[in-house]
């Protein structure tokens, strides 16, 4: 059994590793979101000076009917994609794992009732993050990085981003799990 001091060190760490890894797909799904917005931006554009250029608008139906369906099938896209929710939630979820990793950090004494209290917090905060809109390259690099650290179940391989290689002992190989 662990004492209170491992286990305040092994849910900091856990805390630590998610809030980095929200952080990565804040900045994931911001980038999306940015991709779609340039060509809504760029229609947008095209349809007002398509129709300032020209005087009678049958001339302009057909341009203006194109980039109308450009811009449509953009927005439905982002639509099924859900970026910017993606977005929101991994920064709010980010932000919650960083209160919580500061409140671990500077509480000087922690109790078993505190703890229980820090560690509910935290579960309630994994439950909310959906890890399969997190790109996999993400989660080995944040695998990576805390690799002599406690890790978060999601994260230390049985979410089938565990990589292996080979190593030979005395003539026979044998695979040796490395995150």
């Known amino acids: 059994m662990l004492t209170l001091e491992e286990r ?44 300032s250029i020209s005087e009678d ?51 000087d004494i922690i109790d078993e009732g505190e703890f229980k209290i820090l560690a509910m917090t935290y579960e309630n905060l994994v439950n909310d993050i959906e890890f399969s809109d997190i790109p996999n390259r993400y989660k080995i690099m944040v695998a990576e990085s805390f690799k002599d650290r406690y890790l978060p179940l999601q994260l230390n391989g049985c979410s089938g981003n565990n990589k292996y290689h080979k190593r030979n002992s005395g003539g026979s190989v044998e695979l040796v799990n490395i995150v």
Not at 17 to 26: D, E, G, M
Not at 36 to 43: A, G, H, S, Y
Not at 57 to 69: L, T
């Open 57 to 107: 608008a049958n001339e302009v139906k057909i341009p203006n009917i194109v980039v109308n369906a450009v811009s449509v099938l953009i927005i439905s896209l982002n639509n099924s994609i859900k970026a910017n929710e993606k977005c929101d939630l991994f920064k709010r979820l980010g932000q919650q794992l960083l209160l919580l990793t500061g409140k671990i950090e500077n509480d």
């Open 8 to 51: 305040i060190e092994k849910l900091l760490s856990k805390t630590e590793a998610l809030v980095l890894l929200t952080n990565k797909a804040n900045g994931y799904w911001s980038m999306v979101k940015f991709a779609f917005n340039i060509p809504l931006v760029l229609t947008s554009s095209a349809m007002c000076i398509i129709n």
